[in-house]
């Protein structure tokens, strides 16, 4: 079957780091994709991992083990603006490439 | 934010009248997509379309239906509105480009539309 497991909610303070992990289970993969999604408002694409390893892009990174059906997503110098749901997104195999959505995570950030 | 623009974005009906929403997309991207969200459930594929008049049934299409009868249009059409179908709809689009080698075919989501059924 196809499974995503992500803590369910998260809180952290400004400025610091906080790593949000993700496991998945998929039959066929095509990469992983994070979004990020405020409350009210549509995802917003964070970062895509096809091969293992550490992606950066700015305060965010994030890390993919394909043969561990892992992946985390690591946030650096934390600011309100980041709270959030962080939602890890696999990407099925074959030319239609559906997301597999698990629930996110919900990040809290206080000062 | 990838062109991508919905209709309408709130609308608030009763049970058993029809209802169409509608996704449109400026950048001629092939795949289209609509989901619903709720407490609970997450993102959850009810149709999705790869081409002009090419479309197939997500994990919740039952009450649903799709038409795309040209590239920047994708059409999601309730024909009998039932409470249940209360939610948040998203359209996505899926957009191919390549950094270093690696193609991505990440998804953009549309702003949204929030539909009550009462």
């Keep these: 079957g196809q499974n995503i497991d992500q803590p369910t909610e998260m809180t952290a303070t400004e400025g610091a780091i906080v790593q949000i992990n993700c496991t998945y289970q998929t039959s066929g993969f095509n990469g992983l994709f994070w979004y990020q999604q405020h409350a009210g408002e549509a995802p917003t694409f964070l970062s895509y991992n096809v091969l293992d390893g550490l992606e950066e892009k700015g305060r965010f990174s994030s890390f993919l083990s394909r043969s561990k059906g892992y992946s985390y997503l690591l946030l650096k110098e934390l600011q309100m603006k980041d709270s959030a749901s962080y939602l890890c997104a696999p990407s099925g195999a074959g030319n239609n490439r559906k997301l597999i959505w698990g629930l996110g995570t919900s990040l809290a950030v206080n000062p | ?118």
């Excluded at chain 2, 081409?51 to 039952?62: A, I, L, N, P, Q």
């Excluded at chain 2, 795309?68 to 899926?94: G, H, M, N, P, W």
């Design chain 2, 1 to 118: 934010d990838a062109g991508i623009t919905q209709s309408p974005r709130h609308k608030v009906t009763e049970t058993g009248t029809p209802v169409t929403l509608r996704c449109h997309q400026t950048e001629n991207h092939r795949y289209m997509y609509w989901y619903r969200q709720d407490p609970g459930h997450g993102l959850r594929l009810i149709h999705y379309s790869y081409g002009v008049k090419d479309t197939d049934k997500g994990e919740v299409s039952d009450g649903y239906s799709v038409s795309r009868s040209k590239t920047e249009d994708f059409l999601l059409t309730l024909e009998s509105a039932t409470s249940s179908q209360t939610s948040v709809y998203f359209c996505a689009i899926r957009s191919t480009s390549g950094v270093n080698k690696t193609i991505y075919n990440e998804q953009f989501f549309g702003p949204g539309t929030r539909l009550t059924v009462l």
